[in-house]
């Protein structure tokens, strides 16, 4: 069955430009999570939906930074007035489980990730 | 100091040789995760472990919960193996932490 794509894979915004990004997860999954990968480092949290209600979104950098999940499946995560210091592979993943109340056994299935490159 | 330390941070070897990554970690938690993450961004789940051991082909993942600390081995490594191993844990609150990663390049 098909993964959890992205897209755009690649993005090249000038700076001061917004930028949209598409994450489509594995159907039916409930848990839906952004990360933000610098070069040559691990990803790190930004947001996380339970269905549509965003549950967590300590991670986002700035208020320029926006994610929604309006019917429960597809998120967008926009950044506005784009930086150079966004410029990063932006990966989303699924999981077919809530995070928390003790599930601590839920894989989760990450895309090929959107590269951003602000110049 | 991050709250996930990864050692080596880049290792070559020759094809057949025996691969050792080494993970630490600071925080509680409740599992931890192995990651593959090939050029192009996409990452593939090796292992989940909350204690003991697990194996998968040629892929060995250990985990000392006592000593916060976890082994990836890998036995007769192949070219194709090369990638960025990555360990991350899951938090008691829940959130995964990564580590960088660690640049493995098998050479023929």
């Known amino acids: 069955g098909a993964g959890v794509s992205q897209s755009p894979r690649y993005k090249v915004a000038k700076r001061g430009q917004d930028v949209a990004l598409r994450c489509d997860p594995i159907?039916?999954?409930?848990?839906l999570f952004w990360y933000q990968q610098a070069l040559g480092q691990g990803p790190e949290f930004l947001t996380y939906?339970?269905?549509?209600?965003?549950?967590?979104k300590s991670g986002l950098p700035s208020d320029r930074f926006f994610a929604e999940r309006p019917e429960g499946s597809v998120s967008t995560l926009k950044i506005q007035r784009t930086q150079q210091e966004d410029s990063a592979v932006y990966l989303c993943?699924?999981?077919?489980?809530?995070?928390?109340?003790?599930?601590?056994?839920?894989?989760?299935?990450f895309g090929p990730g959107t590269r951003l490159t602000v110049t | 100091k991050n709250e996930v330390e990864q050692s080596p941070q880049n290792l070559t070897a020759q094809e057949g040789e025996f691969i050792t990554i080494n993970c630490s970690y600071s925080?509680?938690?409740?599992?931890l995760h192995w990651l593959q993450q090939h050029p192009g961004g996409g990452i593939v789940s090796l292992f989940m472990?909350?204690?003991g051991k697990k194996k998968h082909g040629r892929l060995i993942a250990t985990i000392n919960i006592q000593e916060k600390h976890s082994s990836l081995h890998l036995t007769a490594s192949h070219p194709r193996d090369s990638a960025v191993y990555i360990c991350?844990?899951?938090?008691?609150?829940?959130?995964?932490?990564f580590g960088t990663g660690t640049r493995l390049q098998v050479f023929p």
């Open positions: 993943a699924s999981s077919s489980k809530p995070r928390g109340r003790g599930n601590t056994d839920y894989e989760q299935y």
């Open positions: 925080v509680g938690i409740s599992a």
């Open positions: 991350a844990v899951r938090s008691k609150t829940d959130k995964l932490i």
């Open positions: 472990l909350s204690s």
């Open positions: 939906f339970q269905n549509e209600a965003q549950l967590d």
């Open positions: 159907s039916g999954h409930v848990s």
